[in-house]
Every structure is written in C-alpha cells, then in structure tokens.
C-alpha cells in the first residue's frame, strides 16, 4: 500500500519501483498482443501512463498488480483497434463452432501439454493479429465470447471463427515439435 500511496503522490522513486517490479510480467502479457518487442514497449509504456494519470481510481479492491494488468491489456486492446485490423471472417463451418474442441482433438490437444511455455509464446506471435487477439483474450485472459466481441467490435460468430482458426494454425506451428516429442 506504501507504493500506492507514493505513486498517488506522483513520488517518482515509487512509480519507478512499481514498473521494476512488474516490468517483466506485463511486457510478456504485451507481448501476446504486439506484432514484435518495439510495439509490445510501446503498449506497456502507454499502460503505465494511464496507470500513473489514473491511480487514483485505484480503491483498493483486488490486488494493485491485477489492477494494472488490466489497464495494460486495455491498452493492447486499444492498440488492436487503432492499428484497425479487420476480423478474419472464414466459412460458416467455423463460424457456426462454438470454439471448443472435440473430443478428438482434445486427446490429441494433451501432447501440446509437454510443449514449452516460451515455445507456445514463440508461436502464438506468428499467428495474425485477429487470431492473435482473440486467442490471447479467451485462452490466456478467460474472457468470453461475447465480451471478446463487444472489446473488439466483432460479431461473436467472429470470435468464435478467429479462436477456432488460431487453434487449427497453432496446432500446424506446433506439429513438428510435437511429432519429435512424441517419438522420446
């Protein structure tokens, strides 16, 4: 609480120790969102902005880094919007799936499992920013289909499609590595 109320003060010692402490968390979190390390730089400089401007909104409930996780992912979402990507919008196969698996793939889905976390990460950046977005924002930040659409001004069909396409690409990325993991 000692650094809230010195960063509500504008002490800058207090501001800088906060982004030290969570620098790196939130830069892996912009990274899910960003095309590359400059844009995710950007994201998390524009977040603490905000964060800083706006600490006294801070009440107290929750935790104070969950606090400004959620501003930092506010602010990638703003990103996606201003960068005015259009939805890749597939056949109405995909888009009528409500973006879970079957029950095969969610056998073959648990050999993903033994896949390291940096390497998930690696090709999730290569997935493009519609996909990227929506992924990051079910998978990782547990939002909803209908939250998801109404963040990024999408139909939930959309949504529901760009998951389910991440899914299938992120799967054809990560084969090879499974094939050879699964042969030790």
Not at 36 to 54: H, T
Not at 111 to 131: G, K, R
């Amino acid at each position: 609480m000692q650094l809230v109320e010195g960063c509500i003060k504008q002490s800058r010692k207090a501001q800088k120790e906060v982004f030290s402490k969570l620098y790196g968390r939130l830069f892996s979190i912009c990274m899910r969102y960003a095309d590359d390390p400059d844009e995710a730089k950007d994201i998390l400089q524009n977040g603490f902005i905000k964060v800083f401007k706006g600490i006294g909104n801070y009440k107290g409930d929750g935790s104070f880094e969950g606090w400004i996780k959620r501003i930092v992912v506010n602010t990638a979402i703003d990103n996606y919007r201003r960068k005015k990507v259009k939805p890749v919008i597939t056949d109405s196969e995909l888009t009528d799936r409500v973006g879970g698996m079957t029950a095969e793939e969610e056998v073959s889905e648990s050999i993903y499992n033994q896949v390291p976390i940096n390497v998930v990460t690696d090709a999730v950046q290569q997935l493009s920013p519609a996909y990227r977005t929506v992924f990051n924002l079910y998978v990782m930040e547990g939002h909803n289909h209908n939250e998801i659409a109404e963040m990024l001004d999408i139909s939930v069909g959309t949504s529901k499609s760009n998951l389910s396409k991440a899914r299938l690409n992120l799967r054809k990325i990560l084969q090879p590595l499974v094939d050879r993991l699964s042969q030790h």
